[in-house]
């Protein structure tokens, strides 16, 4: 009798530990998901390069309206993060590009990102120091020509460009 309990217990313990695969199974297909986008959205991806003389590789982006934009900042500088750090700000249309980079500057721990203005910015990369990159993802806005900048002090009068969406 002591031994069919005992058989029974092992029995069951085995039946409850091969039961939990089903779970894990549920929790790895909703973080699959999100990444997915759908078949008709087109899927732009730039990069865009900032170094020690305050400058990005380019000056103009162009992306079709709707579609979805992979962009990548890559500091290609030298010099510490503290004193030439850069980041990319795409402001909205109705933003005051001065006003915006102005209030940045002060913003030292918030990664010089006015928070005051948090309606201008569409989207942002973080500081980044040397060697450093990012990659951030956003829906193109509606169509039309959109400025960026970087908001490290001093730095958005000769890195900024526009963003063009046709």
């Known amino acids: ?16 530990a091969c039961g939990s695969s089903e779970t894990k199974k549920e929790e790895t297909t909703p973080a699959e998901q999100p990444t997915e986008q759908p078949a008709d959205k087109v899927v732009v991806e730039l990069s865009i390069d900032a170094n020690d003389d305050m400058k990005y590789s380019t000056n103009v982006l162009e992306v079709p309206a709707g579609s979805h934009v992979k962009l990548t900042l890559n500091n290609i500088g030298k010099l510490p993060k503290e004193s030439m750090g850069h980041n990319w700000t795409l402001l909205g ?21 006015a928070p005051e203005l948090y309606s201008d910015p569409i989207v942002y990369t973080k500081m980044l120091g040397p060697g450093e990159s990012q990659t951030i993802e956003f829906d193109a806005p509606t169509p039309g020509t959109y400025k960026y900048i970087c908001t490290f002090p001093g730095h958005y009068a000769s890195m900024q460009g526009e963003l063009i969406v046709k």
Not at 1 to 16: E, N, R, Y
């Open 1 to 16: 009798m002591k031994k069919q309990i005992l058989i029974l217990a092992i029995g069951t313990a085995l039946l409850s």
């Open 93 to 113: 249309q109705a933003a005051d590009l001065v006003a915006y980079a102005t209030a940045s500057m002060k913003a030292v721990d918030n990664d010089y990102q």
